[in-house]
């Protein structure tokens, strides 16, 4: 999984179809980029071969000896062995909006199977179904994504106004902010039970939003037919969220924002010229000591071309100080890759919506990965597939 790779995207499918086949596959955290070392079969080596990964057949002298090197307490590297093929559920709505999901775009392109939910079967509770739940370009808050400003007259809007309006009602509330608090609240008692949930571009930040909000009305008019609370921002309770905390709710409706969260609101890259210079850096873990973040930052560029969404990244000054920072832009003082544990489960957010289209657009075609097989910004969001799959053991402390 090193610079030799042909195809970095896929060897994460095949590792995956491995596991489902209910063969264990090991990964060997800081060898050469985090390779996968799985026991021989003429079926693993066909399926490597169609689709294009790459891969070496290694005698069991070569395999013994390069156990007793990762092993070795001076060196940083670990193995973790993975047992399992977690049952992957993406929230995603099933009308369909002028933009896509990275997340499920790598999942289709790497031919892992997953299931689609959204509001309907969360609050019906078939998450406890699922080891692992993506959320996306998503508005937990009930604003629909702050597009009203621009988009309230495109009939893709107006299609899902309706939709969810409709949803909501359906399922017994009388504000479609009241039914995603409540789908806010499964997500959260889905990671307490032990559940895994990765979320990216605006799901991280609406999110915490909702939490933090819980029940007090932040939606102005055009959104729910009545005014937000005028405390609303003295009445937020950081204790709820995830990830951030003290900031500051953007109540405007035609702002594209929904708080100080957001570190680069309207203050592209793209609109200074400087896209080019846009990276963030991931951390250097010990594989030994902190084996978690070192599974979710495996990679074999430790450097990555930074990328924008509605949320790009989060101001560091509002990521509370448990959170774990796993990529950062020190120079913008922004954390753009962070995890945390909640319960007995664990969350990822990720800054941004998609690592190959830097400033993706409403209406904009999808990124064709056939021409990314080894973009190193797509890889962090595989770490976090397979992460369920890891045998579970103590933290060394």
């Known amino acids: ?93 099933k009308n369909k909006l002028p933009w896509d999901d990275a997340v499920t775009m790598v999942l289709t392109y790497a031919e892992i199977p997953y299931d689609i939910i959204y509001d309907d079967e969360v609050l019906k509770g078939d998450l406890p179904k699922y080891d692992w739940l993506h959320l996306h370009h998503e508005d937990f808050t009930g604003q629909y994504n702050r597009f009203w400003s621009n988009y309230k007259n495109h009939s893709w809007y107006i299609e899902d106004v309706k939709i969810q309006e409709e949803t909501a009602k359906r399922n017994g509330f009388k504000k479609v902010s009241e039914m995603k608090l409540a789908v806010a609240h499964s997500i959260r008692d889905f990671c307490a039970g032990g559940g895994f949930m990765f979320a990216m571009c605006s799901g991280p930040e609406t999110f915490d939003v909702a939490l933090a909000a819980n029940g007090t009305d932040i939606v102005e008019r055009m959104f729910d037919g009545d005014g937000s609370d005028p405390q609303a921002q003295a009445k937020l309770d950081f204790n709820q969220t995830f990830a951030f905390h003290a900031f500051r709710l ?46 979710l930052t495996q990679n074999h560029d430790k ?29 913008l003082d922004e954390v753009k890759y962070i995890h945390g544990d909640f319960g007995k489960g664990q969350w990822t957010f990720y800054g941004g919506h998609d690592p190959e289209d830097y400033q993706h657009m409403v209406g904009d075609p999808p990124t064709d990965l056939n021409l990314h097989p080894n973009s190193p910004g797509y890889r962090l969001i595989l770490n976090n597939v397979l992460f369920p799959a890891a045998k579970k053991k103590k933290q060394k402390t």
């Not at 013994?64 to 709505?93: G, Q, W």
């Not at 930074?306 to 796993?326: H, I, N």
């Open 250 to 295: 953007d109540l405007n409706p035609a702002n594209n924002e929904f708080s100080t969260i957001d570190s680069r609101p309207g203050t592209s890259a793209v609109q200074t010229g400087n896209f080019s210079k846009d990276f963030f850096t991931l951390f250097d873990f010990s594989a030994k000591w902190d084996i978690v973040p070192s599974m």
């Open 303 to 331: 450097v990555i071309k930074g990328f924008m969404g509605q949320t790009t990244a989060f101001k560091r000054s509002f990521v509370k100080p448990s959170v774990l920072v796993m990529g950062e832009t020190k120079t």
């Open 1 to 93: 999984m090193d610079e030799d790779q042909k195809n970095h995207l896929k060897a994460y499918g095949v590792t995956f179809w491995t596991l489902k086949n209910g063969v264990e596959a090991n990964w060997l955290l800081n060898y050469r980029g985090g390779s996968f070392l799985i026991k021989y079969s003429q079926a693993l080596e066909s399926e490597c071969k169609i689709r294009g990964v790459s891969y070496e057949v290694i005698p069991d002298a070569r395999v013994n000896a390069l156990l007793n090197e990762i092993t070795d307490p001076s060196v940083n590297m670990e193995l973790v062995k993975l047992e399992k093929a977690p049952k992957v559920a993406v929230y995603s709505p």
